[in-house]
């Protein structure tokens, strides 16, 4: 392989990995959670870094003590931080590779299945 052909394949990666790293960076940036509580009590907005957004109480909050609103907006909140953090790595994941990709997920909350909503 001469200079000019290895030039032009690198300049073909590179435009490869700008094009996934733009894409990456959508999906990033829409890698927000909402979540609702199991009772449906609170339902909570979160960022892909967790910062809450969007707090909606419905009426089923007006039965509980202050206590159990607390912790429900807390758990709630958690649980939809975790999701954004797995839509997050997966918005990264074709950037880092499946490795990283794994040891990034080891680190991830375990996900409520369907039946626990």
Do not use: C, N
């Amino acid at each position: 392989m001469d200079g000019a052909q290895w030039l032009a394949s690198y300049q073909e990666r590179l435009q490869e990995f700008g094009a996934r790293a733009a894409q990456a960076q959508k999906a990033l940036a829409d890698a927000s959670a909402t979540v609702t509580s199991r009772d449906g009590a609170v339902t909570v907005t979160v960022d892909p870094a967790g910062a809450l957004h969007r707090l909606v109480l419905s009426e089923r909050t007006e039965t509980m003590t202050r206590v159990q609103l607390a912790a429900a907006v807390v758990a709630t909140a958690q649980e939809a931080k975790g999701e954004a953090a797995r839509r997050a790595a997966a918005a990264v994941s074709p950037l880092i590779g499946p490795e990283a990709t794994r040891m990034l997920g080891s680190y991830l909350p375990a996900q409520r299945s369907e039946g626990e909503r």
